[in-house]
T-cell receptor, first 114, second 111 residues
């Protein structure tokens, strides 16, 4: 049982380049989300989805796009990378509609924008 | 601006000491969770509290949800080096089911 899988684990981009961070889960969870973690800032919510075809913005959505065409996958797209997007990105999934549902996290993608 | 503020931000203590971490917000949440994160890994759930005033114990860790469902605390008794890590509280919002994380508390326990 793989849980939540993120790829790549590490990435270096030049300013202005675009890329997609991949996230896949095999637990049939309706809810998926992307967070970024900067030193001393905890995790900040970028975008989230409560099911296929449904996405919404979190706390820090600017510069990022998402789509949810299947239950399993929730890719995060950086349209034009900026040094301020240097961070560690985590994808998470959970069941929806239960206040005590556990969020399962991937191992993270460490992104550096130069 | 994060909705959940944790204090202290850093805590460095000797093995055997007790400590309390606080998680405060002006918002009301349907539930409050505590996660622990190791370097290079994603957060892992420790506990969920759902009812206002609820207290849960997990071995040497005691978690409490405030009566108004806006705040929570984590108390560790007789800390051990294995407790070292980043502790994160997270509140689940009503209606949207968003999980909002706190600012984090980095704990280091020295032998």
């Amino acid at each position: 049982n793989a849980g939540v899988t993120q790829t790549p684990k590490f990435q270096v981009l030049k300013t202005g380049q675009s890329m997609t961070l991949q996230c896949a889960q095999d637990m049939n969870h309706e809810y998926m989300s992307w967070y970024r973690q900067d030193p001393g800032m905890g995790l900040r919510l970028i975008h989230y989805s409560v099911g296929a075809g449904i996405t919404d913005q979190g706390e820090v959505p600017n510069g990022y796009n998402v789509s949810r065409s299947t239950t399993e996958d929730f890719p995060l797209r950086l349209l034009s990378a900026a040094p301020s997007q240097t961070s560690v990105y985590f994808c998470a999934s959970s069941r929806v509609g239960l206040s005590n549902t556990e969020a399962f996290f991937g191992q993270g993608t460490r992104l550096t924008v130069v | 601006t994060q909705l959940l503020e944790q204090s202290p931000q850093f805590l460095s203590i000797q093995e055997g000491e007790n400590l309390t971490v606080y998680c405060n917000s002006s918002s009301v949440f349907s539930s409050l969770q505590w996660y622990r994160q190791e370097p290079g890994e994603g957060p892992v759930l420790l506990v969920t509290v759902v009812t206002g005033g609820e207290v849960k114990k997990l071995k040497r860790l005691t978690f409490q949800f405030g009566d108004a469902r806006k705040d929570s605390s984590l108390h560790i008794t007789a800390a051990q080096p294995g407790d070292t890590g980043l502790y994160l509280c997270a509140g689940r919002t009503y209606n949207t089911d968003k999980l909002i994380f706190g600012t984090g508390t980095r704990l280091q326990v020295f032998p």
